[in-house]
């Protein structure tokens, strides 16, 4: 007798119609995945084990048996995803990018450290912070945490420049030499423009200071060649998310462009042992062999992608602009990756907006802006344009979907007329 799964398979059908064929999906952190990614997933990979890194000739590594086929398909990604981003090093076993940043934290960092940061409040990822693991990972057993910008403080924030969104470079600097932390970390979650990273990178090698790359966000951008290079601008390491603009199933990656074996032993090692046993043990091996394909899209049509994203974004916050929904960083263009903040406070604030927007199939988050002191009740929006760009959309699209937003965030119905614009977008491009 069989079990019934009829009532599950009629929620993943509802869930597959609504948010593939009806809502405007502009999440910054999410994407779709091509058919050739989700068909590879369903296979005998789903309940396999596979700990340690893949056997070689003459060299068992595993601490599992049965492996040869799984370790042809990962030594095959890190291969491909080294090729992809000009990377000596890679390890494709982190399950996310922050299971990624968790892996350097727990290799590296030890209690008592120093980290320079961007803020939550100034875009960086809440695995940066207080309450996430870099935060967790040096907090002295027993005490607060520290912050601020003392000597003696754990961690201490990116300075800003006068539009708080972009670091200043000479500052950051200046902080960096006056702390000496143990670590510096680059890269945001509202990520809207490349970081002084050449210039901080550079003068952190004068003091042998390692800098993480956190490219969760924007690693599509940079394997398509349309944001910034870390590894070449001077990243010691750059973990990444292989589902937001790099359109691959849920996973995570580390790379590094290490050349010598004294820093290959200095840097990487520690991440190695902090991918395991620190953050995982078995690494979700059904998706390994998307990432595979993923990675194959992406060197095909990675360049094409990014560079509509990008359009795409700066068309979509001009038309609200100009329309009267303010969007942040208008004097530098809005933005120069997939994401643009908008402030709604006029209308009730982010939370409220946004429950607005999804009750019209308009799908995005809430989001704190510079100078936002409660993460649940912020005054912003953060829209990104990586999903509906693979089905399509252009900037002729965001002006009508501008539009479609402006009416409502101010409480007019537009359900039909959304799903009249998607409607036209339903066949994925760039696979």
Request: hydrophobic fraction near 35%; glycine fraction near 10%; charge should be negative.
């Amino acid at each position: 007798m069989t079990v019934d799964i009829h009532d599950l398979e009629a929620i993943l059908a509802r869930q597959e119609e609504w948010r593939q064929k009806q809502t405007i999906n502009l999440i910054a952190s999410e994407n779709a995945q091509s058919p050739a990614v989700r068909r590879v997933q369903n296979s005998d990979f789903m309940g396999r084990y596979a700990e340690g890194h893949p056997n070689e000739p003459g060299k068992v590594l595993r601490y599992y048996q049965g492996t040869k086929y799984i370790d042809e398909i990962e030594s095959m990604v890190t291969r491909e995803i080294c090729e992809l981003f000009g990377a000596k090093q890679a390890d494709v076993r982190p399950i996310s990018g922050n299971a990624a940043n968790t892996a350097i934290a727990l290799g590296y960092l030890r209690g008592g450290d120093a980290v320079v940061a961007n803020s939550t409040d100034a875009g960086g990822h809440i695995s940066h912070g207080p309450v996430g693991v870099i935060g967790r990972r040096i907090q002295n057993r027993g005490q607060l945490l520290k912050l601020g910008s003392e000597k003696s403080v754990h961690l201490h924030y990116l300075p800003l420049t006068e539009d708080r969104y972009h670091v200043d470079a000479q500052k950051a600097i200046e902080l960096i030499d006056t702390v000496s932390p143990q670590l510096v970390i680059m890269g945001k979650s509202l990520f809207l423009f490349p970081e002084p990273l050449s210039e901080v990178a550079a003068f952190c090698q004068t003091k042998k200071i390692p800098v993480l790359y956190d490219a969760a966000h924007v690693l599509g951008l940079i394997a398509g060649g349309q944001f910034q290079d870390p590894l070449r601008e001077g990243a010691t390491w750059m973990t990444g998310s292989t589902h937001k603009t790099f359109p691959g199933p849920q996973r995570g990656v580390i790379l590094s462009n290490l050349e010598s074996p004294e820093a290959e032993k200095k840097y990487w090692a520690v991440a190695d042992r902090g991918v395991f046993p620190g953050s995982s043990s078995n690494h979700h091996l059904h998706s390994l062999a998307g990432l595979v394909v993923a990675t194959r899209e992406m060197k095909q049509y990675g360049r094409e992608y990014a560079q509509q994203i990008i359009r795409n974004a700066q068309a979509l916050g001009r038309a609200l602009d100009e329309l009267g929904t303010p969007v942040e960083a208008r004097e530098f263009g809005y933005t120069q990756s997939h994401i643009i903040a908008v402030n709604v406070a006029e209308w009730g604030g982010g939370v409220e907006v946004a429950k607005r927007l999804e009750e019209n199939d308009i799908i995005l988050n809430y989001n704190m802006l510079p100078g936002d002191s409660d993460p649940r009740n912020p005054s912003g929006l953060r829209i990104g344009t990586s999903e509906m760009t693979r089905f399509g959309m252009d900037e002729k699209a965001m002006g009508e979907l501008a539009q479609l937003m402006h009416d409502a965030i101010r409480g007019k119905d537009v359900k039909e007329e959304v799903h009249r614009l998607r409607s036209r977008f339903l066949d994925m491009k760039y696979v």
